[in-house]
């Protein structure tokens, strides 16, 4: 391969390179990667968003630099699970912020290394805050209709 073929086929891979970040920093659901310690390894946009905070205090940070104790510890350990058995898991978290809480369906996707062992778990999250808040009010309305039954017999 000459310089210039070498020059394009860089380029090609700079393009690329750029594309598929552009793909993953701009979408709309949350996506990032954990280290087996707990390490944020890459945050999105959307999970910045989500969680209140700017990529500079999340990237290379530890979840509990993230999240409170009690909420970081029970994320780790679904996440540690992943790394352990290496199979997927989708989990339903909540993400307490001061204008209310937010609620996602998060996959966690371990990602294997030339030998087979968890490099990195990939997560992606998905808002379900309107569907748990509409299950809410349907078990509401379910229980009002039960007891309405229940008050004529």
């Known amino acids: 391969m000459d310089k210039e073929e070498l020059n394009i086929a860089l380029e090609i891979l700079r393009t690329s ?16 990667s954990f280290y087996a310690d707990g390490t944020y390894r890459y945050v999105n946009n959307a999970f910045a968003k989500g969680v209140g905070k700017p990529l500079g205090e999340i990237i290379g940070r530890k979840i509990w630099d993230v999240f409170e104790k009690d909420e970081a510890d029970k994320r780790f350990a679904v996440v540690k699970r992943v790394f352990a058995t290496g199979k997927k898991e ?16 998060t ?15 990939i997560c992606t999250s ?5 569907r748990i808040f509409a299950e809410k009010a349907l078990r509401k ?3 009002k209709y039960r007891d309405l039954v229940e008050n004529i017999k």
């Open 17 to 32: 390179e750029r594309h598929y970040r552009l793909l993953l920093d701009e979408s709309v659901d949350p996506t990032f």
């Open 90 to 105: 989708e989990v339903e978290v909540r993400v307490p912020l001061p204008s209310g809480d937010t609620y996602y369906l």
């Open 107 to 121: 996959t966690l996707k371990p990602i294997l290394n030339d030998s087979g062992v968890v490099e990195t778990v």
């Open 126 to 130: 998905k808002n379900i805050t309107e």
């Open 141 to 143: 309305s379910e229980e």
